[in-house]
Nanobody, 115 residues
Framework: QVQLVESGGGLVQPGGSLRLSCAASGSWFRTSTVRWYRQAPGQQRGLVATLTVGSSTDYAASVKGRFTISRDNAKNTVYLQMNSLKPEDTAMYSC?????????WGQGTQVTVSS
């Protein structure tokens, strides 16, 4: 059974950092394009960061220079390092993996940026 599990969310003060993890249940993850999305209450889900199989990355303009997406193939895990967090980064963050024509989602992890 395919499973994606996110972790690492929590409450952090403005200017702080968090590292989110998206762990998969198998090695298929190593040949997947992985994306992080976020959705704040009352807003549509938006794409935050993309990591392709070829290790190309792309970021939303609002997080470029602050967030970094990376992959650890030995652990079948993709990370989202988030620095200089702002209150507007508060949202539910979810990872998505695209493996050929298949799309898989995790359950999400909440990030709250507040003083």
């Amino acid at each position: 059974q395919v499973q994606l599990v996110e972790s690492g969310g929590g409450l952090v003060q403005p200017g702080g950092s968090l590292r989110l993890s998206c762990a998969a249940s198998g090695s298929w993850f190593r040949t997947s394009t992985v994306r992080w999305y976020r959705q704040a209450p009352g807003q549509q889900r938006g794409l935050v960061a993309t990591l392709t199989v070829g290790s190309s990355t792309d970021y939303a303009a609002s997080v470029k220079g602050r967030f970094t997406i990376s992959r650890d193939n030995a652990k079948n895990t993709v990370y989202l390092q988030m620095n200089s967090l702002k209150p507007e980064d508060t949202a539910m963050y979810s990872c998505n993996a695209q493996y050929y024509q298949h799309m898989y989602w995790g359950q999400g992890t909440q990030v709250t940026v507040s003083s």
